[in-house]
């Protein structure tokens, strides 16, 4: 797998929809399994606590020709949102202070260009729209590709992983409370697996398939 194909999987750290790309066209499916959105803030100076999004879904238009035409689509339920405190965890998805998990209850990202690709560090920057309690605002990505090329769990299916990081403000999104006591900026991190969707598609639906039988299994088997 080529630089130019790599870097567009990147892209998936965050999400678009394609339209019209060149003739060389894969479509990826970003794995939930082994991504993941996590950031951290400031809390009055005293720590560093942090949450993440375990739920990570979206599909990346890898265009091979031309890397920066390429596009990401992706989608993250807020109630995926784990900060591994269920009393913080109530706070942040059910008083409304800060999302607003009943009305808008998916975070969104749709990549717009993909820009200052570096072939010898294997960087990028992916510029897209994150959409949270449903205001949308542009955010600049920092990437780097880990590593491409064929995934032994998914038949040797072609496959990509990368990192990427930012900083956004939260009272850009209507969650301003408690500012600037608790950090404004919220500094994310993200890790993103993905693999040819064909292949993927296959994986899950084994999956499903070898549950079901196991289930059936089960249900036949007489009880002592």
Do not use: C
């Not at 639906?205 to 088997?221: H, M, P, V, Y």
């Amino acid at each position: 797998m080529n630089m130019f194909r790599s870097l567009a999987l990147a892209a998936a750290l965050a999400g678009t929809s394609l339209t019209a790309l060149a003739d060389k066209v894969v479509t990826y499916t970003i794995d939930p399994g082994h991504t993941q959105v996590r950031f951290t803030w400031n809390h009055l100076g005293f720590s560093m606590p942090g949450a993440v999004f375990t739920d990570v879904n979206g599909s990346i238009e890898g265009n091979h020709d031309a890397p920066e035409k390429s596009v990401i689509n992706v989608s993250i339920p807020v109630k995926s949102l784990d900060s591994h405190v269920p009393l913080l965890n109530e706070h942040l998805l059910q008083s409304g202070d800060y999302f607003k998990a009943r009305e808008f209850p998916t975070v969104t990202f749709r990549s717009k260009e993909i820009r200052d690709l570096d072939r010898s560090k294997q960087s990028f920057k992916l510029v897209g729209d994150l959409t949270v309690n449903g205001i949308s605002r542009e955010v600049v990505l920092d990437g780097l590709l880990n590593k491409a090329g064929a995934h032994p769990f998914y038949e040797n299916a072609e496959a990509a992983g990368f990192n990427a990081t930012t900083t956004i403000r939260r009272s850009d999104f209507g969650m301003g409370k408690h500012v600037p006591m608790v950090s404004d900026e919220l500094d994310v991190r993200i890790t993103v697996e993905a693999v040819e969707a064909g292949a993927y598609k296959a994986a899950v639906e084994k999956q499903k398939r070898e549950a079901g039988k196991a289930k059936a299994k089960q249900a036949k088997t007489p009880k002592k």
